[in-house]
């Protein structure tokens, strides 16, 4: 993803986003590896952004973080651009995103759900299945295979808890998967910060 030999160490951290409402939590599991939360190298960028990396011996996993200004006026929004480089055959991919202990009012979207109170407004979200399947098609971001493997479930709300469940990964292959947390005071702007441009996104990051 980046050449982290011109990069700064930092202190290593889980990545869970702070938000008004309480924190956004990340759980990964590739091929039946449950990745820890903590990951073995962080760098920093000079966008602010970090790249966090684990290694197992069958896959390298590679988060780049970091905040980026939405168009919505008065939102914040991070991002998480998730990158799995398989070195054997991986079985699945999973990411899951969950706003801990959220407000009774949540909504659900495509790919997103938006939970509020009097005093805040977030939002989570990523790719839906058709998204997906559009960038496999396309040749972007995931591997061509997944346009007929993914299942029409393959992104799961359960309350304020969202699971992409992906297929598996080639040798060789890798796949990217990006997840987007975004607040406010108020109003439908979060929801609409989480709908991103993976790829605009990554080049603000890595400036």
């Known amino acids: 993803m980046l050449d982290t030999e011109v990069l700064s160490r930092t202190s290593p951290r889980a990545l ?3 938000t008004p409402l309480g924190d956004v ?7 039946g590896w449950d990745v820890p939360a903590k990951p073995e190298h962080t760098w920093g960028l000079g966008s602010g952004a970090r790249l966090c990396r684990w290694r197992h011996r069958s896959v390298r996993l590679d988060v780049l973080s970091g905040t980026t200004e939405p168009e919505q006026p008065h939102v914040t ?8 480089l398989a070195r054997e055959p991986l ?28 005093d805040a407004v977030v939002s989570v979200g990523g790719p839906a299945t058709e998204m997906l399947r559009h960038c496999s098609r396309a040749g972007q971001h995931v591997p061509p295979y997944w346009s007929a ?24 292959d890798y796949a990217e998967l990006w997840v987007s947390v975004a607040w406010s005071e108020s109003g439908d702007g979060p929801a609409r910060a989480v709908d991103i441009d993976p790829a605009r996104v990554l080049r603000e990051l890595t400036q």
């Not at 706003?99 to 009097?118: H, K, S, Y």
């Open 16 to 18: 869970d986003v702070v």
């Open 149 to 172: 493997a993914l299942p029409d479930d393959a992104v799961e709300l359960d309350g304020a808890r969202l699971t992409w469940q992906l297929p598996g990964v080639e040798r060789g």
């Open 77 to 84: 929004r991070e991002t998480a651009i998730f990158r799995v």
């Open 91 to 118: 079985s699945e991919f999973v990411v899951q995103a969950e706003l801990d202990a959220p407000p009774e009012d949540v909504r659900a979207g495509d790919g997103a759900f938006t939970a509020g109170t009097a």
């Open 25 to 31: 939590r990340f759980a990964v599991r590739i091929g």
